[in-house]
T-cell receptor, first 115, second 111 residues
Framework: DTAVSQTPKYLVTQMGNDKSIKCEQN?????MYWYKQDSKKFLKIMFS???????INETVPNRFSPKSPDKAHLNLHINSLELGDSAVYFC??????????????FGPGTRLLVL | RKEVEQDPGPFNVPEGATVAFNCTYS??????FFWYRQDCRKEPKLLMS???SGNEDGRFTAQLNRASQYISLLIRDSKLSDSATYLC????????????FGTGTRLQVTL
């Protein structure tokens, strides 16, 4: 009964490649997020979608493009991968939109290593 | 200056000890506050929300001091299973769905 799932769990690839990470939630939530956790363990939001609409877009290179085909899915496509993209990428979801004190549920993370 | 600052630790404490973590935030427009827990190589999970009046959940007590812009987490009677990284999290007015994380404080509880 995985609430927020991500695939793949591990991704090792060469610089310059294009890759995608998929996220799905079965909680019926309206809002989904992508976070990046770097080698120093600092967790930072990248994007957020509410009912398939982009509501948060932090200062992220445009090589990163999120796509939400429906409110249960939020995928992350990365073009022209660079060494600095190596990190753990977490997907998360929450019940509604801009509502305070909502719990965000995180997926298990995708460990991306760019060689 | 980071928006949310924490002492990275590690805090090494024996089982049964009481340990406290502090966190400071720079933006006075901060609206909501949380403590998340992250085990090694796992995802963050909500531990507890933090309210102005302070709140307690079993062995865990969270306090918020808006005037000084800091949040604290107290763990009493530490267990081995409390070993983890504790993340201080803040949201800001108008961006309520965006969590801003501190870098985390690592706790290691030993026998």
């Amino acid at each position: 009964d995985t609430a927020v799932s991500q695939t793949p769990k591990y991704l090792v690839t060469q610089m310059g490649n294009d890759k995608s990470i998929k996220c799905e939630q079965n909680l019926g939530h309206d809002t989904m997020y992508w976070y990046k956790q770097d080698s120093k363990k600092f967790l930072k939001i990248m994007f957020s979608y509410n009912n398939k609409e982009l509501i948060i877009n932090e200062t992220v290179p445009n090589r990163f493009s999120p796509k939400s085909p429906d409110k249960a899915h939020l995928n992350l496509h990365i073009n022209s991968l660079e060494l600095g993209d190596s990190a753990v990428y977490f997907c998360a979801s929450s019940q509604g939109g801009p509502i305070l004190q909502e719990t965000q549920y995180f997926g298990p993370g995708t460990r991306l290593l760019v060689l | 200056r980071k928006e949310v600052e924490q002492d990275p630790g590690p805090f090494n404490v024996p089982e049964g000890a009481t340990v406290a973590f502090n966190c400071t935030y720079s933006n006075s427009a901060s609206q909501s506050f949380f403590w998340y827990r992250q085990d090694c190589r796992k995802e963050p999970k909500l531990l507890m929300s933090v309210y102005s009046s302070g709140n307690e959940d079993g062995r865990f007590t969270a306090q918020l001091n808006r005037a000084s812009q800091y949040i604290s987490l107290l763990i009493r009677d530490s267990k081995l299973s409390d070993s983890a990284t504790y993340l201080c999290v803040v949201t800001y007015t108008g961006t309520a769905s965006k969590l801003t994380f501190g870098t985390g404080t690592r706790l290691q509880v030993t026998l």
